[in-house]
């Protein structure tokens, strides 16, 4: 796998992507590459870890190094579970009780009985990130209605559709293909 | 003596020699405790055992402050444990990321680090700053070494695919190397008696033989000052004491006494006719009776500045 610095542009979508999540901050105190493989998979890593990928290049192929935080196509950046942890973790979320919980992490949708709350920005059709009442993002859902219709709905329709979870962890040999 | 241990005479005859006690096989055939550790990189210790005190009776490990012995079932259903704030480990096989004594920046190097379960327990004493170089000879096992440094959010490792031995070119480069060295794994018959009937004392010669080749290329590319620390879960003095022993013949290295509170048995000084460095005493040798866990064996080896 070859890895390379991103381009003017692609700098920009992720600086675009982190001002939103209010985690520019990430820009100066971590390295982020490219890694192209089928996709444009973004990676961030410590400073003297990327130091040292250029540094002990010679006769080592890269592998691995730091998180796969996203991958973005021409104008986004999709994040992966490990990055919104880290870095999307702050906006469009929604918070479900602990019986929700586990459904999601086994792959059901969230139904409208499970829902304790969410943040303020979120609106109907929303791609919004699902996290249990200590505010651990669980994995990424679409947003059926809008947050005010959900507290009308019945018990057991659903509220947020399942996108990913981290539960696919189990679900796939325990190997977390960074989802 | 359980019956299973019968299965392979050539291990019964060897280790009369190393721990014949019934004792020692009573504990060998039972399983082995379930324990986890905090993964103090997205989480506090006190508030994870705060969200699972309710389901599970934890038990501290003693020579880790974030380790604990769990009982009960389901652990691994857990949305703490898919949420990465707990990594299952087995207790003595976190020693030697305890006491390898890292620091926020160093460059450390563990050199067979597959699954990454003391890679991602050194990144958490780093608090995800520096660098680690994680190594594994084989693809196939990689594969859950990325998955678990990703699940944990371990932004300080970067992960490459060489024979630990290629790393003795790098000269005085590390501040801090862990070989847990690729071993017969009698520690892990607890876990499963398939590595009973694998084992062989011809295996223990090659593997011994690989391991000197490693320790040494281990040394060499540990800085002056620095520590490595040579750590199997095997209990076969020749792929240990032998081990140490014969790096300290052939290089200036000292070993360092370590101490926690555990029990633990006297290494050997000799074995079947070979006399080893009289500092090999000061290694860790914890046969499963001592502490209820995994047999062990830890060098912590420094290397004059």
Redesign the interface.
């Known amino acids: 796998m070859e890895i390379r610095e991103l381009k003017q542009k692609e700098l920009k979508v992720l600086r675009n992507a982190l001002r939103y999540f209010r985690a520019e901050s990430f820009l100066r105190t971590h390295r982020f590459f490219i890694v192209d493989n089928k996709r444009k998979n973004i990676f961030m890593c410590t400073h003297e870890i990327y130091e040292m990928i250029t540094e002990l290049s010679s006769g080592i192929d890269f592998m691995w190094a730091g998180i796969k935080i996203g991958e973005m196509s021409s104008r986004k950046v999709r994040f992966t579970l490990e990055g919104a942890y880290y870095l999307a973790g702050k906006r469009n979320r929604i918070f479900v009780k602990p019986k929700g919980e586990m459904l999601f992490l086994y792959g059901r949708d969230v139904l409208a009985s499970s829902v304790l709350s969410w943040d303020k920005d979120v609106k109907e059709n929303d791609v919004v990130f699902v996290a249990n009442k200590h505010g651990d993002i669980l994995g990424i859902g679409r947003l059926t209605h809008s947050p005010e219709r959900i507290s009308n709905l019945e018990p057991h329709e659903t509220a947020v559709k399942n996108l990913v979870d981290r539960g696919e962890y189990l679900r796939k040999n325990r190997l977390y293909d960074a989802f | 003596m359980n019956e299973i241990f019968q299965s392979n005479m050539e291990f019964l005859r060897k280790y009369s020699e190393i721990d014949g006690t019934s004792e020692f096989y009573n504990y060998m055939s039972q399983p082995l405790r379930q324990s986890f550790r905090v993964n103090l990189l997205?989480s506090k210790t006190d508030v994870v055992v705060e969200?699972l005190s309710d389901e599970f009776q934890l038990e501290k490990i003693p020579w880790t402050e974030e380790g604990f012995f769990v009982e009960g079932d389901g652990i691994?259903?857990t949305?703490e444990f898919?949420?990465g704030?707990i990594f299952m480990q087995e207790a003595s096989s976190m020693i030697p990321a305890r006491i390898l004594d890292v620091k926020p920046?160093m460059?450390i190097l563990d050199m067979a680090a597959s699954p990454g379960a003391k890679t991602t327990q050194i990144s958490a004493y780093m608090m995800?700053?520096?660098?680690i170089?994680a190594n594994d000879v084989k693809y196939s096992r990689?594969?859950?070494?990325?998955?678990?440094?990703?699940?944990m959010?371990?932004?300080?490792?970067?992960?490459?695919?060489?024979d630990g031995r290629?790393f003795g070119k790098?000269r005085d480069k590390f501040d801090r190397i862990l070989l847990d060295a690729p071993c017969s794994n009698v520690g892990m018959i607890r876990k499963n008696y398939r590595y009973l009937k694998l084992w062989r004392q011809r295996d223990v010669e090659a593997l011994s033989r690989l391991q000197k080749e490693l320790i040494m290329a281990a040394y060499k590319a540990l800085k002056p000052g620095g520590i490595l620390v040579y750590s199997t879960c095997t209990l076969d003095p020749e792929e240990n004491e032998e081990v140490v022993d014969h790096l300290l013949s052939n290089t200036d290295a000292d070993v360092e006494r370590i101490k926690l509170p555990l029990k633990s048995h006297k290494p050997f000084t000799e074995f079947r006719g070979k006399c080893y460095d009289k500092r090999v005493k000061r290694c860790l040798r914890i046969h499963p009776q001592d502490n209820n866990t995994e047999g062990f064996f830890i060098a912590k080896i420094l290397k004059s500045p």
């Open positions: 997205k969200r691994t259903n949305p898919v949420l704030l920046d460059h995800n700053r520096g660098c170089v990689l594969n859950i070494l990325a998955s678990n440094v990703q699940k959010g371990c932004v300080n490792v970067r992960i490459t695919m060489k290629y790098f």
